[in-house]
Protein backbone atom coordinates (compact mmCIF):
# COMPACT_ATOMS: atom_id res chain seq x y z
CA UNK A 1 0.00 0.00 0.00
CA UNK A 2 0.80 3.20 -1.19
CA UNK A 3 2.20 5.98 1.82
CA UNK A 4 -0.84 8.44 0.81
CA UNK A 5 -3.04 5.61 0.65
CA UNK A 6 -2.00 4.51 4.23
CA UNK A 7 -2.52 8.32 5.54
CA UNK A 8 -5.92 8.56 4.18
CA UNK A 9 -6.87 5.33 5.55
CA UNK A 10 -5.21 6.36 8.68
CA UNK A 11 -7.06 9.79 8.56
CA UNK A 12 -10.47 8.07 8.16
CA UNK A 13 -10.17 5.40 10.81
CA UNK A 14 -9.87 8.93 12.78
CA UNK A 15 -12.19 10.74 11.52
CA UNK A 16 -14.94 7.75 12.20
CA UNK A 17 -13.80 7.28 15.53
CA UNK A 18 -14.73 10.98 16.97
CA UNK A 19 -17.40 11.76 18.46
CA UNK A 20 -19.19 15.04 19.88
CA UNK A 21 -20.19 15.84 23.51
CA UNK A 22 -21.28 18.43 25.29
CA UNK A 23 -19.30 20.31 27.83
CA UNK A 24 -21.40 20.12 31.22
CA UNK A 25 -22.27 23.89 31.46
CA UNK A 26 -20.85 23.69 35.45
CA UNK A 27 -17.41 23.43 34.05
CA UNK A 28 -18.19 27.08 31.80
CA UNK A 29 -19.02 28.69 35.30
CA UNK A 30 -16.13 27.36 37.21
CA UNK A 31 -13.53 29.51 38.13
CA UNK A 32 -10.78 27.47 37.65
CA UNK A 33 -8.41 28.14 34.83
CA UNK A 34 -8.22 24.40 33.90
CA UNK A 35 -10.55 21.20 34.88
CA UNK A 36 -9.63 17.77 34.71
CA UNK A 37 -13.29 15.96 33.24
CA UNK A 38 -14.11 13.01 32.05
CA UNK A 39 -16.89 12.69 29.52
CA UNK A 40 -17.72 9.61 28.18
CA UNK A 41 -14.80 7.32 29.88
CA UNK A 42 -11.88 9.86 28.11
CA UNK A 43 -10.34 12.14 31.05
CA UNK A 44 -8.67 15.93 29.41
CA UNK A 45 -8.28 19.25 30.49
CA UNK A 46 -10.64 22.11 30.03
CA UNK A 47 -8.78 25.21 29.97
CA UNK A 48 -9.82 28.91 30.34
CA UNK A 49 -6.78 30.92 29.72
CA UNK A 50 -8.06 34.21 29.64
CA UNK A 51 -11.60 34.00 28.32
CA UNK A 52 -10.46 31.56 25.20
CA UNK A 53 -11.61 27.86 25.88
CA UNK A 54 -9.01 24.87 24.93
CA UNK A 55 -8.87 21.47 25.43
CA UNK A 56 -5.91 19.04 26.21
CA UNK A 57 -4.75 16.00 26.82
CA UNK A 58 -4.90 14.80 30.84
CA UNK A 59 -1.41 13.80 31.23
CA UNK A 60 1.67 15.19 30.26
CA UNK A 61 3.78 13.40 27.87
CA UNK A 62 6.99 13.64 29.29
CA UNK A 63 6.18 11.18 33.09
CA UNK A 64 2.68 11.12 32.99
CA UNK A 65 1.86 14.26 35.28
CA UNK A 66 -2.06 15.44 35.72
CA UNK A 67 -1.89 18.57 33.73
CA UNK A 68 -4.94 19.41 35.25
CA UNK A 69 -2.74 20.70 38.20
CA UNK A 70 -0.65 23.07 36.09
CA UNK A 71 -1.34 26.44 35.20
CA UNK A 72 -1.37 28.76 31.86
CA UNK A 73 1.14 31.12 30.72
CA UNK A 74 1.63 33.53 27.93
CA UNK A 75 -0.99 30.87 26.24
CA UNK A 76 1.34 28.04 27.32
CA UNK A 77 -0.17 25.01 29.34
CA UNK A 78 2.94 24.59 31.86
CA UNK A 79 3.06 20.80 33.59
CA UNK A 80 3.24 21.24 37.27
CA UNK A 81 6.44 18.31 37.30
CA UNK A 82 8.91 19.73 35.23
CA UNK A 83 7.71 22.64 34.33
CA UNK A 84 7.50 21.63 30.10
CA UNK A 85 5.32 24.06 28.45
CA UNK A 86 2.90 23.60 25.40
CA UNK A 87 1.21 25.75 23.37
CA UNK A 88 -2.66 25.34 24.37
CA UNK A 89 -3.54 26.25 20.65
CA UNK A 90 -1.52 23.53 18.72
CA UNK A 91 0.00 21.14 21.82
CA UNK A 92 3.13 21.56 20.70
CA UNK A 93 6.06 21.52 23.27
CA UNK A 94 8.14 24.47 23.36
CA UNK A 95 11.71 24.19 21.52
CA UNK A 96 13.94 21.60 22.99
CA UNK A 97 10.75 19.16 24.70
CA UNK A 98 10.61 17.18 21.36
CA UNK A 99 6.96 16.56 22.79
CA UNK A 100 3.07 17.76 22.35
CA UNK A 101 -0.11 17.67 23.77
CA UNK A 102 -3.04 16.43 22.36
CA UNK A 103 -5.46 19.45 21.36
CA UNK A 104 -9.01 18.49 20.92
CA UNK A 105 -11.67 20.62 18.79
CA UNK A 106 -14.19 22.79 20.58
CA UNK A 107 -17.37 24.19 18.96
CA UNK A 108 -19.97 26.59 20.13
CA UNK A 109 -23.19 25.34 19.64
CA UNK A 110 -26.23 27.48 20.71
CA UNK A 111 -24.61 28.63 23.79
CA UNK A 112 -23.73 25.53 24.35
CA UNK A 113 -20.03 24.30 24.22
CA UNK A 114 -18.93 20.91 22.79
CA UNK A 115 -15.89 18.80 22.60
CA UNK A 116 -14.80 16.55 19.67
CA UNK A 117 -13.11 13.41 21.53
CA UNK A 118 -11.81 9.74 20.39
CA UNK A 119 -14.38 6.45 20.55
CA UNK A 120 -13.17 3.63 21.22
CA UNK A 121 -13.36 1.07 18.62
CA UNK A 122 -15.42 -0.67 21.02
CA UNK A 123 -18.10 2.12 22.04
CA UNK A 124 -17.98 2.98 18.06
CA UNK A 125 -19.62 -0.59 17.41
CA UNK A 126 -21.56 -0.43 20.69
CA UNK A 127 -23.34 2.74 19.27
CA UNK A 128 -23.91 1.21 15.70
CA UNK A 129 -25.74 -1.55 17.38
CA UNK A 130 -28.31 0.70 19.34
S1 LIG B 1 5.76 15.10 33.79
FE1 LIG B 1 5.24 16.94 32.79
S2 LIG B 1 7.13 17.91 32.48
FE2 LIG B 1 7.66 16.05 33.43
Same mark, same amino acid.
Given at each position: ?6 ? /?????? $? ?18 ? $???? /? $? ?36 ? #?????? /? ?24 ? /???? #?? $?? #? ?13
Amino acid at each position: MQKKTQT /RLFHFL $IFMHMKWHKIPSAALTSSAA $IQLL /R $IDGKAFCLVNDHGEWYATSAKCPHAGANLGEGWCEQGQ #LVCPYH /RHHFDLSIGKGAPGQYNAVRVYPLEW /RDNE #LY $IQ #LPQSLWQKCLSLLK
